[in-house]
């Protein structure tokens, strides 16, 4: 990982490196669409002999140009980072986004960050690749000041919908994430610290990890099936409460619960990481402590049919 072009061009100058094959974009999820574009990056790449790279912004133009318009981000930038690597992604550089930096014209970007710092032999961009002040630069910019082949690739479709970042992020906003899990290759992932919390969960039968997360993409209120590991040991299964346990007040912090099932450790300061397969129902309010065991009891039955689904799928 690079922090920056200019820190990119200086190793790859010193070192004597070839120009990359190269995309540019946010990849915030490294969904589906993106490993379609990456593939053809990485095999490009690997014809050519040389490393196969992506240049991308933090923050996001959007969240420092239009804040109002700001999105919560899918993947935090380590597991982006890891992702991308593990699609063949050799090189991953990051610039630092600013207000000066988007002043820049669309000719300053192309000549002095891809051509002078970077050197790509060959670009493969995005369907909706547009870049440089006011996102005036497009591909047949690119094409009048850099001789080199510059390839743009097709939208991926599935069921009518094209597959992108913000159609994913409603979706799991919404709390259909066993639906974002096929767009996106894999479950949702939330990572966070265990914190004490009132032990309620063990009172009633059910005790819970209360998870503190700085993660900015949440399901949406409601019980989950799903697959969580302490300090990255073994994956075990779980059912996780998201909300304000409105049996209780509701009127406390929007909480993530995680019962791991046939799991009796203290994990208080472990990091846990948890992976949401499917939404069993959504958060209510029940009249007793009694019907809520009830309900968490028939919840654990049907999240261990997820289980069995996803294992056998």
């Known amino acids: 990982m690079f922090a920056g ?10 070192q004597g490196r070839p120009g ?32 196969a790279a992506v240049y991308t912004f933090d923050p996001p133009p959007r969240t420092v140009l239009a804040p109002a318009l700001r999105q919560p981000n899918i993947t935090a930038w380590p597991d982006r980072v890891r992702l991308l ?18 002043q820049h014209p669309p000719a300053w970007f192309a000549d002095e960050v891809l051509r002078n710092r970077i050197g ?29 082949p510059i390839a743009k690739v097709a939208p991926l479709v599935l069921d009518d919908q094209t597959v992108s970042s913000s159609l994913i992020r409603s979706l799991i906003s919404a709390g259909e994430v066993a639906q974002a899990a096929k ?19 063990r009172t009633i039968g059910f005790p819970t990890a209360n998870v503190e997360t700085d993660a900015e993409l949440l399901p949406a209120a409601g019980v989950y099936a799903v697959r969580a590991r302490v300090d990255g040991g073994p994956w075990c299964n779980g059912v996780t409460n998201l909300g304000v346990r409105p049996t209780f007040g509701g ?33 209510q309010r029940f009249d007793s402590v009694d019907a809520l065991v009830a309900r968490i009891r028939a919840d654990v039955q049907e999240a261990h049919a997820v289980f069995a689904a996803s294992t056998s799928a």
Request: proline share 4%.
């Open 5 to 14: 072009s200019a820190a990119y061009a200086k190793e790859r100058l010193a």
């Open 20 to 51: 990359p094959v190269l995309s540019i974009g946010n990849f915030d999820g490294v969904h589906l669409g993106h490993q379609h574009l990456l593939g053809q990056v990485v095999a490009a790449a690997r014809a050519r002999g040389v490393p």
């Open 85 to 102: 690597g593990e699609l063949g992604t050799d090189e991953v550089i990051i610039e630092r986004f600013s207000r000066a930096f988007a």
């Open 120 to 148: 790509p032999q060959e670009m493969i961009v995005g369907y909706d690749f547009r870049f440089g002040r006011a996102r005036a630069g497009t591909v047949d910019t690119l094409r009048d000041r850099l001789a080199l």
């Open 183 to 201: 767009l996106l290759s894999r479950p949702h992932l939330v990572r966070g610290v265990v914190v004490p919390g009132n032990r309620r969960g």
């Open 251 to 283: 009127d406390g912090p929007f909480l993530v619960e995680v019962h791991l099932l046939d799991f009796r450790e203290d994990i208080y300061g472990a990091e846990v990481e948890v992976r949401f397969l499917k939404r069993i129902r959504a958060e």
